[in-house]
């Protein structure tokens, strides 16, 4: 099956010289279709620059980052922008909704940018708000939310339009452990229901949630566990500069 | 020990026999602390001989029965009843904490000269977190996932306890790795190796 989301031999630097930081080293990851990931390390371990290479919300220094086969590289920023609105979804642990938008409207955003007439986006906003089932405060501001509500809406805002990648990066937040449960429960629903997911945290009992779990330390995966699909062990080499 | 008052307080629900406590236990512990048949009627026996619960006659339990002994049930007595209330009103002391396999070997091993072990803590991270894996498993998948029954909803929540206790480990491993980088790198700082390169100056930060 092939690979949602494939890192190939993925390295960060930020700086040069003596400021020279390495965040990530060579590292090769994969993500399948129903699979959810965990990427755990501790702080600076590179957990969220991986997403962020992952989300082509950054360009790795060397290496390539592939979504749904295309290679982020050979977009522009344009194509990049489509990208991300058409194809992948992220879950922060600020929710980032906008204050002044209903939460329908908030679902419905990434949708109305790339053009979907504003009827067509609004039905898929609504599946999306049933889907995490909050459909009845489809009309509300996030201000009249709980924190929980309003991480359901970001979940329903990842996911809209069918998306294949979820990229979620401590999700669960500030929430209460029911409620975080609530949140990864979602976000496990939408892989089993066939999208790719995944999922960086430091804690255990949210990692457990997933298909995969990733140790990285110091930009450098050094275990992974869990089932794999055959053709995609991962490369655990060190250091590429 | 828990299994006995956990039996006793089960009778309060009513008389039950030996097969049907340790059905009702399992219905609220999924087997996490499978309870042998023999077990369940040497507790009874002691209960019984203590004053805790008394045998009830199949024509007393309203059971029809077939003539000897078709089933002998138990109930409990209201000192049993009175052992009950102390339980559920008295914490579970930690004065005494069970003996941890876990920290033992740590607290050996880093004493050890050639013992990895960043290593050990690694493997046994990656362990933990397995287990746990299964443990959420059964609570997204199994009778855990959408409790209806009151014996569904304890039995999530004791897998949630495994879950924790599972977390607790990860999070002391976590700990312990990030105090034995910083006590070496301290340690690498306060007697720099005489033929040692230059420590270099890739401190990941991000």
Known sequence: ?????????????????????????????????????????????????????????????SGSVWVEGTDLASLDLAGRARMRRTSIGYVFQAYNLIPALTAAENVSLPLDLVGQRARAARALAMHALEEVGIADL??????????????????????????????????????????GEDVLR???????????????????????????????????????????????????????? | MSIRQAMLALLEQGPMYGYQLRSEFEQRTGETWPLNIGQVYTTLARLERDGLVEVVTDAESGDSGDGDRAHVSYRATPAGLEEVAAWFATPVPRTQPPRDELAIKLAIAVTLPGVDVAAIIQRQRSATISAMQDYTRLKRTGRAANPD???????????????????????????????????????????PSVDAPAPSSQEVVR
């Open chain 1, 1 to 61: 099956m092939n690979a949602v989301l494939n890192l190939q031999s993925v390295s960060r630097v930020h700086g040069e010289g003596v400021t020279e930081v390495h965040a990530l080293r060579s590292v090769s990851f994969r993500a399948h279709p129903g699979e959810l990931v965990a990427v755990m390390g501790p702080s600076g371990s590179g957990k969220s620059t991986l997403l962020t290479l992952a989300g082509g919300l950054d360009e790795p220094t």
């Open chain 1, 138 to 179: 489809a009309d509300r501001f996030p201000d009249e939310m709980s924190g929980g509500q309003q991480q359901r809406i970001a979940i329903a805002r990842a996911v809209v339009g069918e998306r294949r990648l979820i990229l979620a990066d401590e999700p669960t937040g500030a929430l209460d452990t029911d409620t």
């Open chain 1, 186 to 241: 979602l976000i496990r629903a939408r892989c089993d229901a066939g999208a790719a997911g995944v999922l960086v945290t430091h804690e255990a009992r949210h990692a457990a949630w997933a298909d995969r779990v990733v140790f990285l330390r110091d930009g450098v995966i050094v275990d992974e566990h869990g089932a794999d699909e055959p053709d995609t062990l991962l490369e655990t080499s060190g250091s590429t500069r």
């Open chain 2, 149 to 191: 029954a009151p014996a569904d909803l304890a039995w999530s929540l004791v897998l949630d306890s495994l879950v924790f206790d599972a977390e607790a480990e990860v999070r002391w491993l976590d700990h312990c790795e990030a105090r034995l980088r910083r006590a070496a790198s301290e340690k690498a700082r306060v007697r």
